[in-house]
């Protein structure tokens, strides 16, 4: 089994924090988004993993300790790590062609812009499994449309009537992924484009043209990360996740408490010191960070940063920040917020 993953973009709606580091890259209960994705879906799928493919933008974003990060991802779950690079945005359907010599086998290919939470197994007569989650306003979504015998019979985006309550998460099962690469290389040399790019659900339609069955996975928890506050809530799920599952440590053994008090669940990491504090509930800060004289929650708060004299919710900080909450200068840069 393969994963290929596409996490080209940086994410412009996380801004100022996708401007430093890519969105995928970004820690949530202290893990960078793309790890926790990866490993939930090897959970999911219940089978070796052979190789894991990357496809990454600019390597001025995208550069050298990205790379080893996520090549020491998939070491750790027994994978070979192969990097390919997107030079240009010209959408979903392009950015997994980009892995060509990747395409092959059985594979899932997942955008690293979501966690999940599922326990299912792979239906053996499907062709490909699109994994999807219930909600409750299906009008703001693509959604599949079904058939008698539960098979997936059109995408259908954002529909303005009702067709189902399952929406695309942008997870996506083949049995055999060259398939798919077969009929999104007939929309690269027919330059059958829309909205300007290259989308995988054209390869896909033209797959159930060919009466390739498709069915459905449906994951019991979809978190998305796609701006401050939905990532703040999907931070304050995983952690909830993850304490009751009682499978990582959230508080690492380094850490500095003086005269300071955790509400959990929190991620506490590497050599990070708390002084005169309350933190938490729901609050993550990475490695090296140090907080005095605060209170905070439901927050994230990033690696290397010094936090004194602040009384924060619902905040995202980042790395290598100074923030005193009794400032008198201000030195703040673009795109930054203040509320």
């Known amino acids: 089994m393969k994963i290929i993953v596409p996490m080209a973009?940086?994410?412009?709606?996380l801004r100022p924090h996708s401007l430093t580091v890519p969105k995928p890259l970004i820690p949530v209960a202290g893990q960078p988004i793309v790890h926790r994705l990866v490993k939930d879906i090897a959970k999911v799928l219940?089978?070796?993993?052979?190789?894991?493919a990357f496809i990454l933008g600019?390597?001025?974003w995208f550069g050298d300790e990205v790379v080893s990060s996520l090549e020491e991802l998939a070491q750790d779950l027994g994978a070979k790590a192969s990097i390919y690079r997107q030079d240009k945005p010209l959408?979903?359907?392009?950015?997994?062609?980009?892995?060509?010599?990747s395409l092959s086998g059985p594979a899932v290919i997942a955008y690293a812009d979501t966690l999940i939470r599922a326990q299912f197994d792979l239906d053996p007569k499907a062709d490909s499994v699109i994994w999807t989650k219930r909600v409750d306003n299906p009008e703001a979504y693509g959604v599949v449309k079904l058939n008698e015998d539960e098979e997936i019979i059109e995408l259908v985006e954002k529909p303005e009537s009702f067709v189902n309550d399952q929406a695309v998460i942008g997870i996506y099962y083949f049995k055999d992924v060259g398939v798919l690469k077969e009929k999104l290389q007939?929309?690269?040399?027919?330059?059958?484009?829309?909205g300007g790019e290259y989308q995988i659900n054209d390869g896909i339609k033209r797959m159930m043209a060919d009466g390739k069955i498709f069915k459905t996975g449906t994951v019991d928890e979809w978190m998305d990360c796609g701006n401050k506050a939905i990532t703040i809530e999907?931070?304050?799920?995983?952690?909830?996740?993850?304490?009751?599952?009682?499978?990582?440590q959230?508080?690492?053994?380094?850490?500095k408490f003086d005269n300071s008090n955790i509400i959990e669940p929190c991620f506490i990491?590497?050599?990070?010191?708390?002084?005169?504090s309350t933190i938490g509930p729901y609050v993550s800060i990475g490695n090296n960070t140090s907080v005095e004289d605060s209170i905070v929650k439901n927050s994230l708060i990033q690696s290397h940063t010094s936090i004194k004299n602040a009384n924060l919710d619902e905040a995202m900080i980042g790395n290598h920040v100074k923030y005193d909450g009794n400032y008198t200068s201000i030195s703040i840069g673009d795109y930054s917020i203040l509320e």
């Open 9 to 13: 973009g940086r994410g412009s709606r």
């Open 250 to 255: 959230l508080i690492a053994s380094s850490a």
């Open 269 to 276: 990491g590497e050599n990070v010191s708390l002084k005169n």
């Open 58 to 60: 600019d390597p001025a």
């Open 186 to 194: 007939e929309i690269l040399d027919k330059n059958v484009m829309n």
């Open 91 to 101: 959408g979903t359907g392009h950015a997994i062609m980009c892995a060509k010599p």
């Open 46 to 52: 219940k089978q070796p993993i052979e190789e894991i």
């Open 234 to 248: 999907t931070n304050q799920r995983m952690l909830s996740f993850i304490k009751a599952d009682g499978e990582e």
